[in-house]
Structure formats: C-alpha cells, structure tokens
DNA sequence: GTTTAGCACTCTTCATCTCCGAGTGCTAAG
DNA sequence: CTTAGCACTCGGAGATGAAGAGTGCTAAAC
C-alpha cells in the first residue's frame, strides 16, 4: 500500500466531507498538497477501488469513500486537530460545574454536542444503577398528601407526590422513615427488586396498612432512577441531512434501537461505528461517535454523536474527547463529596 | 348558497381528507348519500369554487378546499360523531388520576394526543404562574450539600441540590427555612421577582453570609416553575406528512415561533386555526386544533394537536374535546386538597 | 328552470428519446 | 513511473408524445 494512495484517499474523504459530491480526480489534482496530475490520481484511484476503500456511484461519476475508506481514514489517516481554548471554554461553560448534579450534567453535554455538531446527540448514564441509596425523606404537604424524596450518592434526587387514606401522626412518620432508611440506605439502585418492595409493603403494612402508598411511591422513584438511562437529543437533526434515510431516522427517534446495546458493549476510547456495519442500530448511511467517560476511575456511561457517514469527524471527534475527559473530570473530582455522610457536623459555619 | 352545494361541499372534504388527492365530481358522484350526476356536481363545484371554497391545482384536476372551504366545513357542515365509551377509557388510562400532579397531567394528555392522532401535540400550563408557593423545604443530604425542595398549591414539586461554603448547625438552619416560610409561603408565582430575591439574599446574608447560594437556588427553581409553560410533543410527526414544508416544520420545533402568543390569545371552547391565516406561527398549510382547559372554572392552559390542514378533524375534534374536559375535571375536583393547609393534623390515622 | 348526457378541450403524468458533459480507462509518449 | 490525449460510458436535463383524468359547455330530457 503506497504512501500516495493513502495520501489520495484521505483527500478524497476530506474532499466528500467537504461537499457530498462524489469527487473526481481533476478535482483531487487541484488540491495544493498534491503535486501529482489527474492521470496518476485515476492510477491510483482505480487501485483504491480494487482494493474496496473507494466505489463509484455510476460509471462515470466520482468516487465515494466505502465503509472500508472512512474506516482506514478515521483509524490510520486522519490528523486530528487539538480543540482551540475558546471551543473548550464555551464546553466548560454549557456543561457546569463540580456542583452540578451528574444527570444534568451529561445532559448538558448532550445539548452541547448537539449544538454544535448540528447532529443528534446521546449520552448514556449507567451511573445511577451503580449508584446507591443515600437518603429516602418523607413530607407531609398537605391533607393525607406527602411527597417522597428520593436521593442517591451521584447525586440524583426524585420526587413524588403520595396520596393516602389517612393522615398520618408524627409517630407513625417517624416509623416509617426510619425503617425505610434502615432498610434502602446503602442499598445501590441496581440491587433494589420487586420482591424487596414486596416484603417491605408487607412489613409496613403491619404497622399501618394506609402506609403501603407510600412504600409504592418509593419503589416507582426508583424505577425512574433506573430508566432514566439513555438520552437522545436533537434527533431532528438527522432529518435535514439527505444522506439518512427519513423513515429510518423517524423509527429511530421513536425507538432508539438496538442504541442500547450497542452503546453498552462498547470499548472505552473514541470509537466509530457506522450503522450499516451493524443491524441492531440500522440507520444506513449513518455514523456513531462515541466515548466512554468515567466516574472515579470506573466507566460510567457514554456519549457521542449521530451522523451522517460523511460528518466532520475532524471537528466531532475533538469535541467528542473533550467532553468525556470534562465529564470525567468533573464527575470523579467531587465524588467522595456527593456521598452522604450523614447529617452535616453540627459546628456552626459563620466565619 | 345552496343545501345541495353545502352537500357536496362537505363530501369533498370529506373526500379529501380521506385520500389526500384533488377530487373530481365523478368521485363525488358515486358516494351513496349524494343523488345528483356527475354534471350536476361540476356545475355546483364551478360555484363554489367562484364563492372561494374550492380551488382547482390545475386545470384539468378536481378540487381542493380553500381556507375558507375548510372554515366554512368546520363551523357549520361537519358532523361531530360522539366519542365511544372504549376511546374514552384509553384516554382515562393514559391520563392519570386526580393525585396526578398537574403538570405530568398536561404532558401524559400530549403524549395522548400525539399517539393517537399521529400528529404534533402542543400544551400549554398557565397554572404554575397563578398558583402560589405552598411549602419550601431545605433538607441537608451531605457534607455541605443540601436539597432545596419547592411545591406550589398546583402540586408541582422542583428540586435541586445546592452546594455551601459552610454547614449549617441546626439552628442556622430553622432560621432559614423559618425566614423562607415567611417570605414566600402563599406567594403566587406569577409575584415572585428578582428584586424580590435580592431583598432575601440582602437579609439571610445578614444572619449568615453562607445562606446567599440556597435563595439563589430558590430562585433559579421559581424560574423553572415559570418557564415549563409550553410542550410540544411528537414534533417529528409532522415531518411525515408531506403537505408541509419540511423547512418550517424543523424550523418550528426548534423555535416554537408564535404559538405561545397564539395559544395565549385563543377564545375558550375548541378552535382551529390555519397556518396560514396566521403569520407568527408560520407553517404553510397546518391547522391548529385547541382548546383551553379550565380549573376551578379558570381558565389555566391549552391543549392541541397541530397537523396538516387536511387532518381527519372528525376524529381529532372529539379528541381534544373530551381530553379538555376531563383535564378540567381532573383538576378542579381535588383543587383544595392541593391547596397547603399547613401540616396534616396529628390525629393518628388507623383505622 | 333544472338536471343530465355527450363531447371537445386542457393540462398533468409518465415513458421514451436525445444531447451534453463529467469523469473514466486505456494507450502511447515523456 | 508519470503524464497527456482520446475514445468511451453513463447519468441528468430537456424535449416530445401518448394516455388519462377532469373540466366546461351545449343541447336534450325531465
């Protein structure tokens, strides 16, 4: 494999990226860095299309880069370009802070991305699973109305409102938190099981049976807590590039296929998938960015970007990367303070 | 104007409707309730189409409704079949039930719409901005971490997580929610200003510096309980029906131009409006399909559907209709129960 | 006077055809 | 090994024509 071809092929893809128009080899020899003419270009194109990096549309149109070409260019060709200070400051500026809740943060993220990509955008947090019960808090907001509130160590908090037959004392509240928490503090999301709400409905119920409501409430919350997994935004977006198939992009948005999966066997590092290259996620003609950001050194969900096959990937990549190694970053840094550690010292705090 | 006119006026939207083509008097001719021949039916379609409610696409195609067509077919000519027992119970399902918050109410009525119409869903909730402030509730969850609870009379319910320079001992922090309570307890949210929260930070920072972050956190919650006042929901439906321009059908749901002001200005009792005798909200060829809802007889949001001009307004109508009613009902029954009424009497509870 | 049948007319749609040009592959010269 | 030149191919744009749907108008029938 010569050193020209790769050369030529790489400014082929750029040169498609560019303008979705299949590209000639007049146009390549035009480029600046190619000091070659039109007919070597041709050369080596047809060996390029032997090969299976290249394919013509019909016989006498450009070429277009195959799965293969986009492949070998992304993996071995491409030079990727360091993100300008001021991309990452207007990143570190849609994302937040150390303070803000990890939910929020990666959807923030997701926003970010597909801002400014102008492709849909997903993030995955599988945190919340991993993440463990730290305090279940129950307030009475009015008659025989309460409001459950639901908070893990990653800092995700749910409400809900509860409403039961009687009114309950202040005895019989106090009963009721402190066996909850006995009984889900600590306890990570992942574990917590129908049966476990059962047993804990019975158990309740033998005290005050209007309680059961209550025990409900909680086990709905933590439903939430566990679904609230995947994300996709600016799904829209894929229906302005005319690459993408407009059923498939509609059936995509309203199921999200097979993203799941995909997203969850992934390696960690930036990878590339296309869409054609896999059948559960079948948009043709698509591409999936993706990165693995981690939480305290252990990978806690993913994010990327969706696009047509021909996106920027000189441009999405960059952003891609920087903002797991944010997300990372902020997430991990604070972690041991997003924990409960009970109620805070009482030691007063004025200067 | 002509009974038989109106006849074959409706039967041509109707048609219309039902098949999305320009229809002919041939067509017209052979539905079972209309008597007259073919010829018959031009000669009256030439009227109608002199009066303005037709239009031909070309010369030699059927006919179409105009604006004025479809007007004229939707307040006089249209017969509105009642809603089946079985259509209603799926939306009561998929509805909720008087516990529900108001809020998840509106949003499981869009989700509604927008499945069973196969169209756009809009919805609108004035209510949060009339409803007051019922109880604020500052609950410690870490090493200087607290969660800041707000819930308004409407039963919305906002949280957020909010990070201190210091902990708060337990008086500092009866002081606080105390003040808070003062302050804000039957507050309408609609009153609350920035000033407002000014004065409050002047004050807590008076007691304690450190307070300042949980008013601004307050704060930045009542901006949330203000702004959530338009969904729209299913936007990407619409990019199926190839009436509408896709253009302004991305457009729009990424701006949601004008409907707010639109939604804001209807009438009460169900309305539709076209796209184009409207220019704020600007898709060519859509129809919008409203409602207001009502709660202890005020009225406190909209409901809608947004779809091509040519949508099966028999269906559609009934819809929104009875979604309308039941969200008001739903409502306005168990109003005073959300209403705070300070906490629950302690008189036990069982039975 | 209104309704109907008949007919000529119009205009879109679809298929077929032709021409143009972009881009190729091949060959032969540098 | 590279380049110039040239014949070749094939898709896209525009032109042409037949088919078909639907109309408007006229004259006859009710």
């Keep these: 494999m010569d050193e020209r071809k790769l050369k030529i092929l790489a400014a082929i ?8 128009e299949p590209v000639g080899s007049k146009a390549i020899s035009k480029l600046e860095h190619i000091n070659v003419s039109a007919a070597t270009i041709r050369n080596d194109m047809a060996a390029l299309e032997q090969m299976g990096y290249l394919e013509q549309p019909h016989t006498s149109a450009g070429r277009v880069p195959t799965f293969m070409g986009y492949r070998l260019y992304i993996d071995e060709l491409m030079t990727l370009p360091e ?20 939910e929020l943060l990666i959807q923030n993220a997701a926003a970010a991305l597909t801002e400014l990509t102008h492709c849909a955008a997903v ?55 402190h066996y909850i928490e006995e009984n889900l503090n600590g306890v990570s999301v992942e574990e917590l099981s129908e049966e476990m709400f059962d047993k804990m409905v019975a158990a309740v119920s033998a005290y005050m ?54 997203l969850e066997g992934a390696f960690s590092g930036i990878q590339v998938k296309f869409g054609s290259e896999n059948d559960s996620f079948a948009i043709g003609n698509s591409s999936l960015i993706v990165s693995k950001y981690r939480k305290g050194g252990k990978e806690a969900g993913s994010l990327g970007v969706i696009g ?17 190694q944010k997300i990372s970053y902020l997430m991990s840094g604070s972690e041991d303070d997003t924990l409960i550690t009970g109620p805070p010292a009482d030691n007063g705090g004025q200067p």
């Design 123 to 177: 993030v995955t947090n599988s945190a919340p699973r991993f993440s463990v019960i730290s305090k279940v808090e129950v307030i009475p907001t009015g008659k025989r109305l309460y409001v459950i509130l639901l908070i893990t160590s990653n800092g995700s908090i749910k409400n809900k409102a509860c409403r039961l037959e009687f009114d309950l004392s202040h005895e019989q509240l106090e009963f009721f938190t």
């Design 83 to 102: 993100l300008p200070d001021s991309e990452k400051k207007r990143f570190d500026e849609m994302l937040g802070s150390k303070d803000t809740p990890e």
């Design 209 to 262: 049976i209007s309680l059961s409501p209550l025990v409900k409430g909680i086990s709905e919350l933590s439903e939430d807590l566990r679904q609230q997994e995947l994300t996709l935004k600016g799904g829209e977006k894929l229906l302005s590039c005319d690459d993408l198939d407009k059923m498939e992009v509609v059936k995509f948005i309203e199921n999200k296929n097979g993203l799941s999966d995909l």
């Design 13 to 20: 893809v750029d040169e498609y990226v560019r303008t979705g």
């Design 308 to 324: 047509p096959m021909r996106v920027d990937y000189k441009k999405i990549i960059p952003y891609v990367d920087y903002l797991t």
